[in-house]
């Protein structure tokens, strides 16, 4: 069982994300899955301060 640790994220560092779709599950093709990832960057920018500064496809 995996323990609960809090961390503190630095906000005068940059991050680097990067995630896979298991089995390429159509994410990118399907509206509403698209729809469903661009909504969660947009509100992650607007309400937790996100800045994406390069994004590939």
């Known amino acids: 069982m ?3 640790v809090k961390q503190t994220i ?4 940059a991050y680097f994300m990067t995630s896979t779709v298991v089995g ?3 994410v990118f093709t399907r509206k509403e899955y698209r729809d ?5 960057l947009e509100y992650c ?3 937790k301060g996100l800045v994406v500064l390069l994004m590939l496809l």
């Open 24 to 26: 390429w599950i159509d």
């Open 10 to 13: 630095k906000t005068d560092k």
């Open 36 to 40: 469903i990832l661009i909504k969660s």
């Open 2 to 4: 995996r323990s609960s």
């Open 45 to 47: 920018k607007r309400k």
